[in-house]
């Protein structure tokens, strides 16, 4: 069954870089498309960037200067790496899948809690 | 950035109706989605283009609307639905409610 899940770490320091990777089973990175989103504690969904099937990457311009996203097709994976972190930034981050070249998300990972401390 | 405003929170009983609005700043068609989210959990797509049913979800789920003004309908609401239900829009780049959390009296 399509499943996606994240793992990264929990505590990043002030103004260091953020790396998620995010691993998919049951479907192909070349098929679907591979969305981050994030939710800081009590808010809402706030979209970060995307990875489509055809390996092109597209940005919410509040990030733009500072996030990366690429993927590993062999091993099924999508990373996030995300720098400069500031305590703002503390959010549980989500892998989110979409199809065709839509922004509709059909299956979401469980997400991971990073804490960006000083 | 088109802004989805939502009303934060409403209470009902198990059994009535309920409607949960989302009015966009701009318009955006029908590209109107809705999720839920139970406490620590992930989101759920529960209709996507204004009013369609995603696979799975049950029939008491339906949704409308185009332009700027749509709406989550829960006809009738059960025990289980008590949630945060989030709008988000795809004509533009991607935005999400604030989110309206359900709870049943």
């Known amino acids: 069954q399509v499943q996606l899940k994240e793992t990264g770490p929990d505590l990043v320091q002030l103004t260091q870089t953020l790396s998620i990777t995010c691993t998919v089973s049951?479907?192909?990175?070349?098929?679907?498309?591979v969305h981050w989103v994030r939710q800081p504690p009590g808010k809402g969904l706030e979209w970060m960037g995307a990875m489509w099937n055809g390996g092109g990457t597209d940005y919410n311009s509040a990030f733009k200067s500072r996030l990366s996203i690429s993927r590993d097709t062999s091993k099924s994976q999508v990373f996030l790496k995300m720098n400069s972190l500031q305590t703002d930034d503390t959010a549980k981050y989500f892998c989110a899948r979409s199809y065709y070249s839509s922004y509709i998300y059909d299956y979401w990972g469980q997400g991971v809690m990073v804490t960006v401390s000083s | 950035d088109t802004v989805l405003t939502q009303s934060p929170a409403l209470a009902v009983s198990p059994g009535e109706r309920v409607t949960i609005s989302c009015r966009a700043s701009e318009s955006v068609s029908t590209g109107m989605h809705w999720y839920q989210q139970k406490p620590g959990q992930q989101p759920k797509l529960l209709i996507y283009g204004a009013s369609n049913l995603e696979s799975g979800v049950p029939a008491r789920f339906s949704g409308s609307g185009s332009g700027t003004d749509f709406t989550l309908t829960i006809d009738p609401v059960e025990a289980d639905d008590t949630a945060t239900y989030f709008c988000q829009q795809s004509w533009n780049d991607p935005t999400f409610g604030a989110g309206t959390k359900l709870e049943l009296k």
């Open positions: 049951g479907f192909s990175l070349t098929t679907y498309n």
